[in-house]
């Protein structure tokens, strides 16, 4: 069955670095992959879409990249902020019409 | 100027009883979505309409009734409500079916007693 990993536990980055999550996905050839963030008590906000035949997608501070050979997305926030801190989703899609979710990061900057 | 909005924000209710969560979106978009996120935050597709019409209805009990009386709703009725609903329901719509970016509601926290 379709599966998608990110890294369940929190990420803590000191303010300044890049900090970077992983989306890994198994039994799956998704033609878009998107990211997402969630604040708490809140819906998920759209920050990137990325294509399958691109390898990589910048808006500023944000890069994601696509690798359909090692079945990973990788996105990056350079220059972190706290105001950064939050949980970040991968969804691919479109499978059957749909987009599949992750379970999501947690990614806290500290000051 | 809310994109999406559900009502209510917040749900609570015993278990057996039936209600219902409602969702607007004044986007313009021709599809929406309910979701549903658990306790572990796996957020999972529901249903989803494409101009009214139901496109995707995932494994989900007949209790859950979605209804779009036009293309800027999407309300969800649950009848016979289980502890096991308790969860977080997202609604979402997008601008193309299945392809495009979606916009979330603010979500609506379903407690059941």
């Known amino acids: 069955s379709q599966k998608i990993e990110q890294n369940s536990e929190a990420l803590n980055i000191q303010e300044g670095k890049t900090a970077t999550l992983t989306c890994n996905y198994t039994n799956y050839s998704p033609a878009y992959l998107q990211w997402y963030r969630q604040d708490p008590g809140r819906g998920p906000v759209f920050l990137l879409l990325i294509r399958e035949n691109e390898k990589e997608k910048r808006k500023e501070r944000l890069k994601v990249t696509f690798d359909t050979t090692l079945k990973q997305s990788l996105f990056h926030i350079t220059a972190s902020q706290p105001a950064d801190s939050a949980t970040y989703l991968c969804a691919l899609g479109p499978g059957t019409y749909k987009y599949i979710f992750g379970t999501g990061t947690r990614l806290k900057v500290l000051a | 100027d809310t994109a999406v909005s559900q009502t209510p924000k917040y749900l609570v209710t015993q278990m057996g009883n039936d209600k219902s969560i409602k969702c607007e979106q004044n986007?313009?978009?021709?599809?929406m979505y309910w979701y549903k996120q658990d306790s572990k935050k796996f957020l999972k597709i529901m249903f989803s309409?494409?101009?009214?019409?139901?496109?995707i209805n995932e494994t989900v009990p007949n209790r859950f009734s979605p209804k779009s009386p036009d293309k800027a709703h999407l309300n969800l009725h649950i009848n016979s409500l289980e502890l096991g609903d308790s969860a977080v329901y997202f609604c979402a719509s997008s601008q193309e079916y299945g392809t495009d970016t979606q916009y979330f509601g603010p979500g609506t926290r379903l407690t059941v007693l």
């Open positions: 986007l313009g978009h021709d599809t």
């Open positions: 309409y494409n101009n009214k019409e139901l496109i």
